[in-house]
Nanobody
């Protein structure tokens, strides 16, 4: 079973930036779609966005559009989440995911494999 390890989380002030990485234990091309989710305390898990196998197609939640960018480097078995102009409401545990389980409107919205998460805290 594939292992996914997130890194790059931390604490940052509002309007700052962070880049999260998700490294897989196997070739990410074989993992098909990959994505990022987040979950804040006492809130439901939210899909941040997803990326197609070749990296050409991405999909984002409305709450992060224009601020967050997902990319992947299959040669490094790694997916990234560049987060700019961070807001306090972005504070959450961020999880990477792989191997699409279900689609909606042509985008992957749920996955089979999950990482352990990395905490992002944004202060005002």
């Amino acid at each position: 079973q594939v292992q996914l390890v997130e890194s790059g989380g931390g604490s940052v002030q509002a309007e700052g930036s962070l880049r999260l990485s998700c490294t897989a234990s196997e070739n990410t091309v074989s993992l098909n779609y990959m994505g990022w989710f987040r979950q804040a305390p006492e809130k439901e898990r939210e899909l941040v966005g997803s990326i197609s196998p070749g990296g050409l197609n991405t999909h984002y939640a409305d709450s992060v559009k224009g601020r967050f960018t997902i990319s992947r480097d299959n040669a490094k078995n790694t997916m990234y989440l560049q987060m700019n102009n961070l807001k306090p409401e972005d504070t959450a545990m961020y999880y990477c995911a792989a191997i699409c389980r279900s689609h909606r409107d042509g985008n992957c919205i749920d996955f089979h494999a999950w990482g352990q998460g990395t905490q992002v805290t944004v202060s005002s």
